[in-house]
Structures are given as C-alpha cells and as structure tokens.
T-cell receptor, first 108, second 113 residues
Framework: EDKVVQSPLSLVVHEGDTVTLNCSYE??????LLWYKQEKKAPTFLFML????IEKKSGRLSSILDKKELFSILNITATQTGDSAVYLC????????FGAGTRLTVKP | EAQVTQNPRYLITVTGKKLTVTCSQN?????MSWYRQDPGLGLRQIYY???????DKGDVPEGYKVSRKEKRNFPLILESPSPNQTSLYFC????????????FGQGTRLTVV
C-alpha cells in the first residue's frame, strides 16, 4: 500500500537547537516530494525535491532527498519561536499523498 | 496577485442539505485538487483534476463530487452532507503535478450538525 510516514509526530525544542524532520515513503510513479509549513491555516511551500542528493537551502532550512532509500529530511538550524508549526511532506504522483505531519514547538 | 480563492471560509450546515464549496485560481494552472484535514490525519486528497473535464478520485472521495468545466474553477459538492464530513477543507492548484509547488487556498471550515 502506498504511504508517506513522517517522524517524529511531535517535537519540542528550545530556541537555538537544530532539528531534523523525517519523511519516508513507499509509492509508485514518484514525481517529486514537497515540504510545507502550516501555521494557522493554509500550508506554505518550503521545498520541492525531485533528484537524490541535491540539497535545497533557504536560510536556516535545508532539505535533501534520497530516492534509493525512499526518504527525505528537513533540517532547521538555530531554531526560533517563529519556526513553531506543523511541517508536512507530500509525495507527488498524479495525485498527492501527504504524511500526517510533524508538530514542532520551539520554546524561548 | 496569484491566488487560490475558496468560498465560503466558514460554513455550518445541517445533515442532508446539499452544499457547494467554490475554488477559483487565477494562475492558469492545469492541476487542481481538494483535501480535507482532520486532527492526526494530515491532509487527505479527495479529488484531483489534471485539466478541464478530467477528474480523478483521491484517497477519500466518498460523499463528494467535483466538476471541472472551466480551467480556473473546481467546485466541491456535498450532495448529502453528514457529520463525519465536518472538517477543514483546502483547495490547491499547480501547473503539472510534480513540476512545481501546489498553491493552497485559505481553507473552508465546515461543520455538519
């Protein structure tokens, strides 16, 4: 059965910590993997990954995809309270399949 | 401004009363889709559309209908809503799936009593 699994489901850290969020998948006809951040309402786009081993970076956030081992990680360095959110990964085929999300809480 | 617009943002209705949630995008995107989000379950795709007059079932299509008569609009229809369809609904659009990010609407909070 096709599935997308995120871990951990929740995480509490303090400002300045570095966190790694995981997304593993088992799907057929993979096209890409997307990461989103969801605070109050609509998810906001972070990264799109299509090729293995190429790190995408945006400020303190970075992400990489491993298509052989079927997973992606999202790293956040020097976390801030504004990073508190649910982080979602989605695997894109013709449809889009999301994981359940990781709820990150960053304490001052 | 590029955007996906959903209406209404909030809706309380009664069991069995047909309703439609509208979704419109102004980016000329081919791909549009609907999701529901429930606590602990993430986003689950209800239906998606690769282009005009082409729709396909996602993970949880039961109890929903969609249509894609025009490129910009993708309404979600609940013919006979039930309480288990109480949820937060999102519409999204993109160019071709996997080529670019999906842009999300602001969400519709639906309560069926």
């Amino acid at each position: 059965e096709d599935k997308v699994v995120q871990s951990p489901l929740s995480l509490v850290v303090h400002e300045g910590d570095t966190v790694t969020l995981n997304c593993s998948y088992e799907v057929t006809n993979f096209r890409s993997l997307l990461w989103y951040k969801q605070e109050k309402k609509a998810p906001t786009f972070l990264f799109m990954l299509t090729s293995s081993g190429i790190e995408k970076k945006s400020g303190r956030l970075s992400s990489i995809l491993d298509k052989k081992e079927l997973f992606s990680i999202l790293n956040i360095t020097a976390t801030q309270t504004g990073d508190s959110a649910v982080y979602l990964c989605a695997v894109v085929r013709d449809d889009m399949r999301f994981g359940a999300g990781t709820r990150l809480t960053v304490k001052p | 401004e590029a955007q996906v617009t959903q209406n209404p943002r909030y809706l309380i209705t009664v069991t069995g009363k047909k309703l439609t949630v509208t979704c419109s995008q102004n980016m000329n995107h081919e791909y549009m889709s609907w999701y529901r989000q429930d606590p602990g379950l993430g986003l689950r795709q209800i239906y998606y559309s690769m282009n005009v007059e082409v729709t396909d079932k996602g993970d949880v299509p039961e109890g929903y209908k969609v249509s894609r008569k025009e490129k910009r609009n993708f309404p979600l229809i609940l013919e006979s809503p039930s309480p288990n369809q109480t949820s937060l609904y999102f519409c999204a659009s993109s160019t071709r799936p996997g080529n670019t990010e999906a842009f999300f609407g602001q969400g519709t909070r639906l309560t069926v009593v």
